[in-house]
């Protein structure tokens, strides 16, 4: 998919070398918002995520290729190079392009690219513009700075699955992993936030880049957001609640005489008028319910009696009175009738690009909705080293003979 119109950030360019999630999602998202990326690869076996399947991109006869769908969650619109950057030659082309760059991002682990001379210092002797975005686990300081670790281990260290499930006590009760992993999302968006604050800064202060020092155990912790600033204010660790909310009540799924729904009432107008839909208005000027703070306080007494009204409705029935009413609330979708909704059909959240392989490949959309820089082009997430003759000759003048030189050397 091809735009003519300018992108936010069509003069940057980004030399990736980060690897999995948690960095590609930070440098898909420059890359959606018009920045050249330039993804390093291993020569040969790539980015780690490429092998993460099934599921796997088929192609044209159905056929499982080595694109698998983790690695196309984060590298659309990104060009592909290999270099070897255990061997001197390859580090040399490596700094070569990262003078070319106004970013440099990695996740490596803490020291490796000191050891290659490809760590701050390193590249900002030769680019002292450079904002270079280090993304680790526990970060580059403290005791667990040395330590590698996954999505699900900062799910776990850093509150989020004391939060996430049932109840102690309740069928299925106990500590629950989000779903995705979720923790090198969040780190992602925030390594793009903070990658372009820093471009902003450099721009706008004498021309001087930055480092900027990312860790999932951080970025998690702060994604908590309300639940962390519940703990920092009374003491007390939120403790799980399943699908009910914290906040306005009530919240949480209920279940119709067929399926179920999410419904949130989350202030007093739209639990009376709640009431009135489920035909029970006393409800509303219950002193146990009347008001917000009482409904928490009597979440126990009020839950049953509500969910004993809702079984009596079918879910469209129930969703349609609720809308016409103004009560926040939908159905419960796996990501097919999510797809398949047409709000989300109409906002355009499934793109469809070419691809080399499998003639064709669906996307997932950048949700972002610019009036003026549209993100509204799209390219597959490219093969392996696809760009690696063309970025080595427009951006360091090579010509054939040398790359042809640098291939049979293992260089690239």
Same mark, same amino acid.
């Given at each position: 998919? =091809?735009?003519?119109? %300018?992108?936010?950030?069509?003069?940057?360019?980004?030399?990736?070398?980060?690897?999995?999630?948690?960095?590609?999602?930070?440098?898909?998202?420059?890359?959606?918002?018009?920045?050249?990326?330039?993804?390093?690869?291993?020569?040969?076996?790539?980015?780690?995520?490429?092998?993460?399947?099934?599921?796997?991109?088929?192609? =044209?006869?159905?056929?499982?290729?080595?694109?698998?769908?983790?690695?196309?969650?984060?590298? +659309?619109?990104?060009?592909?190079?290999?270099?070897?950057?255990?061997?001197?030659?390859?580090?040399?082309?490596?700094?070569?392009? !990262?003078?070319?760059?106004?970013?440099?991002?990695?996740?490596?682990?803490?020291?490796?690219?000191?050891?290659?001379?490809?760590?701050?210092?390193?590249?900002?002797?030769?680019?002292? +513009?450079?904002?270079?975005?280090?993304?680790? /686990?526990?970060?580059?300081?403290?005791?667990?700075?040395?330590?590698?670790?996954?999505?699900?281990?900062?799910?776990?260290?850093?509150? #989020?699955?004391?939060?996430? /499930?049932e109840p102690d006590g309740a069928p299925g009760g106990g500590p629950m992993k989000v779903g995705p992993s979720i923790t090198?999302?969040?780190? /992602?968006?925030?390594?793009?936030? !903070?990658? @372009?604050?820093?471009?902003? *800064? %450099?721009?706008?202060? *004498?021309?001087?880049?930055?480092? @900027?020092?990312?860790?999932?155990?951080?970025?998690?912790? !702060?994604?908590?957001? *309300?639940?962390?600033?519940?703990? #920092?204010?009374?003491?007390?660790?939120?403790?799980? +609640?399943?699908?009910?909310?914290?906040?306005?009540?009530?919240?949480?799924?209920? *279940?119709?005489?067929?399926?179920?729904?999410?419904?949130?009432? /989350?202030?007093?107008?739209?639990?009376?008028?709640?009431?009135?839909?489920?035909?029970?208005?006393?409800?509303?000027?219950?002193? %146990?319910?009347?008001?917000?703070?009482? +409904?928490?306080?009597?979440?126990?007494? &009020?839950?049953? @009696?509500?969910?004993?009204? &809702?079984?009596?409705?079918?879910?469209?029935?129930?969703?349609?009175?609720?809308? =016409?009413?103004?009560?926040?609330?939908?159905?419960?979708?796996?990501?097919?009738?999510?797809?398949?909704?047409?709000?989300?059909?109409?906002?355009?959240?499934?793109?469809?690009?070419?691809?080399?392989?499998?003639?064709?490949?669906?996307?997932?959309?950048?949700?972002?909705?610019?009036?003026?820089?549209?993100?509204?082009?799209? !390219?597959?997430?490219?093969?392996?080293?696809?760009?690696?003759?063309?970025?080595?000759?427009?951006?360091?003048?090579?010509?054939?003979?040398? @790359?042809?030189?640098?291939?049979?050397?293992?260089?690239?």
């Open positions: 998919m =091809k735009s003519t119109r %300018r992108k936010a950030l069509e003069r940057v360019r980004v030399l990736d070398l980060s690897r999995v999630l948690a960095g590609p999602w930070a440098s898909q998202m420059l890359a959606d918002m018009g920045a050249e990326v330039i993804k390093i690869e291993r020569p040969g076996k790539g980015d780690d995520s490429r092998t993460f399947g099934p599921t796997f991109v088929k192609d =044209k006869n159905g056929r499982d290729t080595r694109e698998s769908a983790m690695y196309v969650s984060a590298n +659309r619109n990104k060009k592909s190079i290999t270099v070897n950057i255990a061997k001197p030659e390859g580090q040399q082309l490596i700094r070569e392009l !990262a003078a070319q760059c106004d970013v440099l991002l990695e996740n490596y682990k803490v020291g490796d690219l000191a050891r290659y001379g490809l760590d701050y210092a390193s590249i900002r002797a030769v680019n002292p +513009r450079i904002v270079y975005c280090s993304v680790t /686990g526990f970060g580059q300081t403290g005791p667990y700075s040395h330590r590698l670790g996954y999505d699900s281990i900062f799910q776990a260290m850093g509150g #989020l699955m004391s939060v996430n /499930g090198d999302v969040i780190t /992602g968006l925030y390594a793009s936030n !903070a990658i @372009i604050g820093a471009l902003y *800064h %450099r721009d706008a202060d *004498h021309g001087v880049g930055q480092y @900027i020092d990312m860790a999932l155990l951080d970025s998690v912790i !702060a994604a908590l957001s *309300h639940y962390t600033a519940d703990y #920092l204010i009374s003491g007390v660790p939120p403790f799980r +609640r399943g699908t009910e909310g914290n906040g306005g009540m009530p919240s949480q799924m209920f *279940h119709c005489a067929d399926n179920p729904i999410m419904l949130v009432a /989350g202030n007093d107008g739209q639990f009376k008028r709640l009431c009135e839909v489920l035909q029970h208005p006393e409800l509303a000027v219950d002193e %146990r319910f009347a008001i917000n703070v009482n +409904r928490v306080k009597n979440r126990n007494e &009020m839950t049953p @009696i509500l969910a004993g009204l &809702m079984r009596q409705w079918k879910q469209q029935d129930l969703l349609a009175a609720l809308d =016409k009413a103004d009560v926040p609330a939908g159905p419960i979708y796996n990501l097919k009738q999510a797809f398949d909704d047409p709000q989300v059909k109409q906002r355009g959240l499934e793109v469809e690009v070419p691809h080399p392989l499998s003639g064709s490949i669906k996307l997932s959309a950048n949700p972002i909705r610019y009036s003026e820089t549209p993100i509204d082009a799209y !390219a597959a997430p490219p093969l392996l080293g696809a760009h690696t003759d063309a970025v080595l000759k427009d951006l360091l003048n090579l010509d054939e003979a040398r @790359i042809a030189k640098l291939r049979t050397e293992g260089i690239i």
